[in-house]
């Protein structure tokens, strides 16, 4: 059975960092792309980061997040990271994890949330004024 949990999310300052985890079992995330999703009330849901091991998949940052977030992976831990940096209170949401999800390169012309096939619970963000 394929398990994802998110952890990590809480409330920060505008400007704060927060690490997301996202701990996998029954699936091995080094051989599937791995996103980062978020969904804020009353709207739709935002992939926002797209991550693999694998050497011909790109890697895909959403323009709202992009040279502040930042996605890795510890394949001993089969665990994936997602370092939020300078959040703004817009980035508040619910944030999860999915694997495996489309392709990295398809990211900016297709929905990432349609080829998902596993997701965790989600983990709140808060960012405050």
């Known amino acids: 059975q394929v398990q994802l949990v998110e952890s990590g999310g809480g409330s920060v300052q505008s400007g704060g960092s927060l690490r997301l985890s996202c701990a996998a079992s029954?699936?091995?995330?080094?051989?599937?792309?791995v996103g980062w999703f978020r969904q804020a009330p009353g709207k739709e849901r935002e992939g926002v980061a797209c991550f693999s091991n694998s050497p011909y998949s790109a890697t895909y940052y959403s323009n709202s997040v992009k040279e502040r977030f930042t996605g890795t992976g510890d394949n001993s831990k089969n665990t994936v990271y997602l370092q939020m940096n300078n959040l703004k209170p817009g980035d508040t949401a619910v944030y999860y994890c999915?694997?495996?999800?489309?392709?990295?390169?398809?990211?900016?012309?297709?929905?990432?949330?349609?080829?998902?096939?596993?997701w965790g619970q989600g983990t709140q963000v808060t960012v405050s004024a």
């Open positions: 999915a694997a495996p999800v489309l392709r990295c390169s398809d990211w900016a012309t297709k929905n990432p949330a349609s080829g998902a096939r596993y």
């Open positions: 029954g699936i091995t995330l080094a051989h599937y792309a």
